[in-house]
Nanobody
């Protein structure tokens, strides 16, 4: 069992920045892929970014590429999502998740059904 816990959400103006944190004790020892997902009311859950726990390969959705960065500090058992140039359409509940089966790949990282452990989410609201 891996307890994922997100923090760092909040309200920000368009063009602003936020960094989300995901506490995931011992994630590097038991999990292979960690992802950030988001979901807005009435919308399907969307993969935002993924990182392999070995090798550090990262993947991004087209909607956030160049604006968001996923990175990890496994010594602290933390995975982060730095979000720059935020837009109104980035407003959503953001979740971190992990899975122990396969390392992130271009074809698999964004498939939420593959992820086994999820946090409760942190709300990000972008508005003026």
């Amino acid at each position: 069992q891996v307890q994922m816990a997100e923090s760092g959400g909040g309200s920000v103006q368009p063009g602003g920045r936020l960094t989300l944190s995901c506490a995931a004790p011992r994630v590097a020892y038991s999990q292979k892929c960690v992802g950030w997902f988001r979901q807005s009311p009435g919308e399907e859950r969307e993969g935002v970014a993924g990182i392999s726990t070995v090798g550090g390969a990262t993947y991004y959705s087209d909607s956030v590429k160049g604006r968001f960065t996923i990175f990890a500090d496994y010594g602290k058992s933390m995975v982060y999502l730095q979000m720059n140039s935020l837009r109104r359409e980035d407003t959503a509940m953001y979740y971190c998740a992990s899975q122990p089966y396969i390392y992130c790949s271009r074809d698999s990282w964004s498939r939420d059904v593959r992820y086994e452990y999820w946090g409760q989410g942190t709300q990000v609201t972008v508005s003026s």
